[in-house]
């Protein structure tokens, strides 16, 4: 294996690598039978299919490429230590982040070639930690948790825990119905603006405000058409202020009975002799989960305040790379709404390009603050141990529900690197907690 190394502008690298064909030969075997798994070749087992007969199924192509990617996921981390082992990549500038890599020679019989460009880790100059962090903890607030909070957790329980009679009364209050519904504007159906058996309950206004009420005195059957004026500040931006005519019929009412907060109720849903020690779990962890959040704020304005005052030439790599990040959450985000990403976008009349200038301010303060705890690790050699590493990816790997789809859907060399910078970043938190 062949390797070149040239440095880039903002502390980025790119690095050219060449495998010859008798180092990259193995990889095919191993691609076939990953590719052999997938799918089913009469008289075979998966995954023990011999390569000819593989080859004739999915073609050679489709093998090389899987095996592009295996050998670039097995070496460029080999590449990376040869580098650190010449000292072209010291331990002050090594790479980090994802690379953008890009296969540039695969064909049968040939040397496999790729191009990966990188971040490289910059130089940071940090302002006076102690004096920031002190100061902001400094304005940490006590939290207390009052009874009507207690209560509601309590009410939440019970309503949790709620049977549904189904009746044929008209709807009321603290019903959950579900109903068919059509919203125009201006005759024209809006986008998202009709559903059918939709749920709801009655009280909770958890859909445009006054459209529970209006469906207040329906029976299962009834139609209904009517009006409805949105605020101005509506999240449904296109429809602010609008008035919105609302077609809708009942298709279920039931009745919610609760159960009643006693004794028996508390003993059923976590074991606890009295409703007088489930009153004081709740009241404790009401109290746990506001600490934490309190936590979350102090730990939040330290480091946001420390990274704004460091001195830091973020690479543009790891900036488009978070950009990337932000964008992909957000269509998973959308999908989970049922809505197609494409829809969205001419939805809020923007582009993906469009977005991701609106989002490289806050992608870039991300980067900064990622770059500004890993340099107070260095500088204070705080690293978590073996021991906290292994026990943390035992955890998540054990998620999976077996080491084979673990080893397809992780790469340990990633889940190692993600798994120390989750556990550093945790230990330089509690260093910033605890300076004096």
């Keep these: 294996m062949n390797f070149t190394l040239t440095r880039l502008p903002k502390s980025e690298a790119e690095i050219t690598v060449t ?13 076939a039978a990953l590719v052999s798994e ?25 093998i090389y490429e899987r095996a592009g990617e295996l050998a670039v996921r097995k070496t460029y981390p080999n590449v990376l230590r040869e580098l650190a082992a010449g000292n072209q990549l010291p331990a002050s500038t090594h790479p980090i982040g994802r690379p953008q890599i890009e296969i540039t020679k695969l064909a049968p019989g040939n040397e496999l070639m790729y191009r990966a460009k990188t971040a490289l880790l910059p130089a940071v100059t940090l302002p006076d930690v102690p004096e920031i962090a002190r100061r902001i903890r400094a304005g940490r607030e006590a939290q207390t948790v009052e009874e009507k909070e207690v209560q509601a957790a309590l ?11 189904t009746v044929e ?20 159906k809006i986008a998202e603006g009709d559903s059918r058996n939709h749920p709801l309950i009655i009280g909770q206004n958890k859909f445009i405000p006054g459209f529970e009420e209006a469906l207040i005195g329906m029976k299962t059957g009834d139609r209904k058409e009517f009006t409805l004026p949105t605020p101005e500040n509506w999240h449904e931006k296109s429809f602010a202020g609008k008035t919105l005519a609302i077609s809708a019929q009942m298709r279920l009412v039931q009745e919610r009975r609760m159960p009643e907060l006693n004794d028996e109720f508390a003993k ?8 007088s020690a489930l009153d004081a779990s709740t009241r404790e962890d009401l109290q746990t989960e506001k600490n934490e959040k309190e936590t979350q704020r102090i730990r939040s304005l330290m480091i946001a305040q420390i990274a704004k005052d460091a001195l830091i030439e973020v690479p543009d790599l790891l900036i488009e790379a978070e950009v990337d990040k932000m964008t992909e959450e957000l269509r998973r985000g959308i999908a989970d709404l049922g809505m197609k990403w494409e829809d969205y976008l001419v939805h809020i009349k923007k582009s993906p390009e469009e977005l991701g200038r609106e989002w490289r301010p806050e992608a870039e303060r991300r980067v900064s603050v990622a770059l500004t705890l890993r340099e107070i690790a260095a500088g204070e050699h705080i690293e978590p141990s ?23 859907a992780i790469d340990p060399a990633e889940l190692r690197e993600y798994t120390k910078g989750v556990l550093r970043n945790e230990k330089v938190f509690e260093y910033l907690e605890n300076i004096k």
């Design 38 to 62: 997938e799918i089913t070749i009469e008289g075979f087992r998966k995954g023990k299919a011999p390569y000819e007969i593989v080859k004739n199924r999915v073609g050679e192509h489709a």
């Design 268 to 275: 059923g849903i976590g074991n606890f002799p009295s409703r």
């Design 386 to 408: 073996e021991e906290e590493v292994r026990e943390r990816e035992n955890r998540i790997l054990g998620q999976f529900r077996t080491a084979h789809q673990a080893e397809k």
């Design 19 to 31: 495998l010859p064909f008798a180092e990259f030969e193995p990889y095919l075997a191993r691609a």
């Design 155 to 165: 009410q939440w329980l019970q309503e949790s825990r709620a049977r549904l009679i």
């Design 169 to 188: 009364r008209p709807a009321q209050t603290g019903d959950r119905v579900e109903v068919d519904f059509e919203i125009r504007h201006e005759g024209v």
